[in-house]
């Protein structure tokens, strides 16, 4: 081994532990031809949430010292939202930042590795959940099985509902033709009488235009407007003061790597790239949030009203939350093992959300 090999190796583990910051020879890697380029496409269609990620990825070649660079796609540029994890298991695309909740089509478990109605309401609820309670090194086993790396969670902020009509209690949702993103969520509002349809993010704006839905749910206020979606609705509904998504607090994305190319990097690489993820999150989660204390104005400037549901209906939504996490833990013993580890924690002492009077004749079938 050649002393200036040896000595690249101590840069790039010293980059992969600080997960920033140019190399000292960002061209040795070029140079040979060794760059790794990885096609990866998020669920982003557009807007901040999109160019945050461009942006994100264009570190990549320079803070790797030019050993890995991230080619990024926004949604629908190479493949569907729903055909991301065929294209990364496949080779097609080598990673992907969807949102988490779209895996519990062939992950059941990966309903709870994201939030849920009334489950986990806040992002460091979910950051002691991964690095402090286990969950990550359930959601890679999960992942393995499928043939893919979930390298970590990438947090986004709270989803909230556009709608062409008020929505000012759980009432005013029955007969609604609502966009729901599948699963507990979906069928939440099902239960309150809404007819719930599954679309991508990419199709929610034609579908309001012409009023194939009155209702949609989609992620936070900065990503929609640049959507237009003040262009086809006139109502934002929201939990109480506080409380800005009783549905979806926390809507997770996350980095998954197909297994191919994860095992194809080197240790340091590796290290580099779950690095990288922990600060992307970071800062996604802060730039998104930032953009929508501007998007109100423009919400408000546009005429959207805002209105928000009263504490008697989160009471109300929670009767019907608390036994589909139940149903939807019991369909898959992996999905049970995840779904303990938070039940446990929403009963600590540490956030109380949960009490024994509520899942009171409730078992989990572990």
Known sequence: MTEQSISRRKVLGGAAVAGAGALAAPNLATAAGHTKTWKIQTSHAGGIGLQIFKDWCGTIEEKSGGELAFQPFGAKDVVGDFQLYDAVKNGVLQAVNPFTIY?????????????????LRNPHEFDTFFYGLGGLEMARELY???????????HHGPNIIHSKVPIRSVDDFRGRKMRAPGGMVAELFSELGAETTLLPGSEIFPALEKGTIDVADYVGPAVN?????????????MGPPGFMSVYQPVDLMDITVGQAAWDDLSDAMKLFVE?????????????????DQEAWKKFEEDGTEV??????DVDIMT?????LWFKY??????????????????????????????????????
């Open 275 to 291: 690095q990288e993820t922990k600060s992307y999150s970071i800062e996604h989660h802060a730039k998104v949030q930032k953009a």
């Open 225 to 237: 407007y640049a959507l237009g979606f003040s262009q086809v609705t006139d109502y934002i509904s």
């Open 329 to 366: 833990a019991n369909r898959d013993k992996n999905a049970a093992k995840v779904f303990k580890v938070q039940l446990d924690y929403m009963m600590s002492g540490s956030l109380g959300y949960v009490t024994p009077d509520m899942i009171e004749g409730l078992e989990l079938d572990l």
């Open 103 to 119: 895996a519990q089509s062939i992950i059941p478990a990966a309903v709870f590795l994201t939030s849920y109605p009334l489950g």
């Open 307 to 312: 209105t928000r549901l009263s504490q008697d």
């Open 319 to 323: 009767e019907v939350a608390v036994p």
């Open 144 to 154: 393995a099985a499928q043939g893919m790396h979930f390298v970590g969670p990438v």
